[in-house]
């Protein structure tokens, strides 16, 4: 039987974009507060798997077809942790 989600990012992971741009925020080393669990903060971001697939699709098809695809305004629509807004 398959257990039930809870609310909040216990027991999950920190997402590894989120540890990545954390360590590169602080000099290169990565924050004693992110450790093995997520937090707020490092949680994995909620998205559309539908928006990923459009998104990898038109990524992959501009590196076979080599021309514009619309690739870039594909990624801008996901969320990105690692952007500063």
């Known amino acids: 039987m398959a257990k039930p989600k809870t609310a909040g990012p216990k027991g999950q992971q920190p997402e590894a974009l ?3 741009a954390a360590s590169a925020r602080n000099d290169g080393k990565k924050p004693k507060e992110i450790g093995l669990e997520a937090t707020e903060a490092t949680k994995p971001l909620k ?9 990898a699709t038109k990524v992959l098809r501009e ?3 080599g021309r514009d695809q619309g ?3 594909a990624i801008d629509k996901l969320p990105d942790r690692t ?3």
């Open 18 to 20: 989120a540890t990545f």
């Open 47 to 55: 998205t559309s798997p539908e928006k990923k697939q459009d998104a």
């Open 63 to 65: 590196g076979v077809l």
């Open 71 to 73: 690739a870039d305004e």
């Open 83 to 85: 952007r500063r807004r």
